[in-house]
């Protein structure tokens, strides 16, 4: 009995001992994802708002599945990568450009497929550089054979931005 005991304690022990590593494995793999698609974000809306040259604009599609579904609670569904550029291209383009709110971007891996991602994001008028209104959104990223690419968004809570604090000096 006695040494029933002693083994239960010492695999009980194991693990214990072995949470701690397998939470910094978890954190660090998490981290890892956040970097990824924080570069990948970074990357796709570098070329949207570049997107008033062809080229940046074909770039800024090739980040998208062929059959992405976009959901805008402003402008509706589309249904493939063609419809979704060709509306960017229409309403877009040379219009406005995108900002993260950095505090604001989250990413949640999704066993067996690849990770969402979710903040708030401003857009600013291309003339002006006016941030003038601000939304939720949500991308699921696929990430298959080696490459990661966008099958889902969700563009929504469309409104006014909120005014971004300036920052003044006490002593004047």
């Not at 770039?59 to 062929?66: E, I, P, V």
């Not at 929504?156 to 005014?163: D, F, I, L």
Request: charged letters at 25%.
């Amino acid at each position: 009995m006695q040494s029933t005991l002693v083994i239960a304690a010492a695999i009980l022990f194991a693990l214990v001992a072995a949470l701690p590593a397998t939470a910094a494995a978890d954190g660090d793999d998490d981290a890892r994802l956040r970097e990824t698609l924080h570069r990948l974000d970074q990357q796709v809306f570098d070329a949207f708002n570049r997107c008033a040259d062809g080229a940046e604009l074909a770039k800024h599609a090739s980040y998208f599945a062929s059959d992405v579904e976009f959901y805008h609670d402003n402008g509706g569904v589309t249904w493939s990568r063609d419809a979704m550029i060709g509306n960017t291209r229409q309403h877009a383009c040379g219009r406005y450009t995108r900002q993260l709110v950095e505090e604001s971007f989250r990413v949640s891996p999704v066993k067996g497929f690849g990770a969402i991602a979710t903040g708030l994001h401003r857009f600013c008028q291309s003339g002006t550089n006016r941030c003038e209104g601000e939304a939720e959104f949500a991308m699921v990223w696929r990430h298959a054979d080696g490459k990661w690419e966008i099958t889902r968004v969700l563009s929504y809570g469309h409104r006014a931005a909120t005014p971004t604090p300036v920052a003044h000096d006490a002593g004047k």
